[in-house]
C-alpha cells in the first residue's frame, strides 16, 4: 500500500470553477500535511500547508484535513489557466522523519 | 527565505561515469535533506534522507553503494550517481526544510546517461 494515493486525473475544470483535488494517506502518525504544485520540467513548489482538523484558507486556495478518515483535499476557488499543473499531496511521518508524496493529480483549467 | 540550490540543472555523461549533485541551502542550515528521483510522468520518489553528521538513511530498493550521499555540514549535502547507466537518467531533486511550513526544494537536476 502507498503511504499516499491520489487520483492521477487529469481533473479538467472551466476557467472560474472551483477545483477539487484529493489525497488519503495510511499512516496515522502522520502529523504534517503539504500540498505543492509541480509544472513541467520544474520541481514541485509549496502551496499549503495543514496540521489540524478542519480548514485552512489562503487566498484562493482552501486545505481540509480529517485525520479520522485520512483525508486531505485542496479547493482552488476562481481556477485561472494559469493554475494548470500537477498537484502533489505530501505527508510528513514525524516517527522516522520522512517525507512522503502522492503521484500527484494534473490539472487543466480550461478558458 | 529558505532558498535551496541545487547544482547542476542538467548533465550529460558517459555510461559508467559518476556524477555528483550538490544541494545548498542558502539561507538557513538543514540537518535534514531529502532526496529524491522522478521519471516521466511520475511522482517524486524519496531515495534517502540525508542527516548532518552521520550516514544517510536509504529507502527500500534504492543501491546505497550506487547513490552515495554525504552530509558533512548543515548547508550541503551531496548525492554521487556511481557508476552510471542509461536507467539512471531521470530528474533528481533535493529538498530541505527551512521553516515549519514545509519543504523547499532545490530546482532538480536532470541527469542523461548516453
Known amino acids: 500500500q502507498k503511504e499516499v494515493e491520489q487520483n492521477s486525473g487529469p481533473l479538467s475544470v472551466p476557467e472560474g470553477a472551483i477545483a477539487s483535488l484529493n489525497c488519503t494517506y495510511s499512516?496515522?502518525?502522520?502529523?504534517?500535511f503539504f500540498w505543492y504544485r509541480q509544472y513541467s520540467g520544474k520541481s514541485p513548489e509549496l502551496i499549503m500547508s495543514i496540521y489540524s482538523n478542519g480548514d485552512k484558507e489562503d487566498g484562493r486556495f482552501t486545505a481540509q484535513l480529517n485525520k479520522a478518515s485520512q483525508y486531505v483535499s485542496l479547493l482552488i476557488r476562481d481556477s485561472q489557466p494559469s493554475d494548470s499543473a500537477t498537484y502533489l499531496c505530501a505527508v510528513m511521518v514525524d516517527n522516522f522523519n520522512k517525507f512522503y508524496f502522492g503521484s500527484g493529480t494534473k490539472l487543466n483549467v480550461k478558458p | 527565505g529558505a532558498v535551496v540550490s541545487q547544482h547542476p540543472s542538467r548533465v550529460i555523461c558517459k555510461s559508467g561515469t559518476s556524477v555528483k549533485i550538490e544541494c545548498r541551502s542558502l539561507?538557513?542550515?538543514?540537518?535534514?535533506m531529502f532526496w529524491y528521483r522522478q521519471f516521466p510522468k511520475q511522482s517524486l520518489m524519496l531515495m534517502a534522507t540525508?542527516?548532518?553528521?552521520?550516514?544517510?538513511?536509504?529507502e527500500q530498493g534504492v543501491e546505497k553503494d550506487k547513490f552515495l550521499i554525504n552530509h558533512a555540514s548543515l548547508t550541503l549535502s551531496t548525492l554521487t550517481v556511481t557508476s552510471a547507466h542509461p536507467e539512471d537518467s531521470s530528474f533528481y531533486i533535493c529538498?530541505?526544510?527551512?521553516?515549519?511550513?514545509?519543504?523547499?526544494f532545490g530546482s532538480g537536476t536532470r541527469l542523461t546517461v548516453v
Open positions: 499512516d496515522r502518525g502522520s502529523q504534517s
Open positions: 539561507d538557513f542550515q538543514a540537518t535534514t
Open positions: 540525508s542527516n548532518e553528521g552521520s550516514k544517510a538513511t536509504y
Open positions: 529538498s530541505a526544510s527551512g521553516t515549519e511550513n514545509g519543504y523547499t
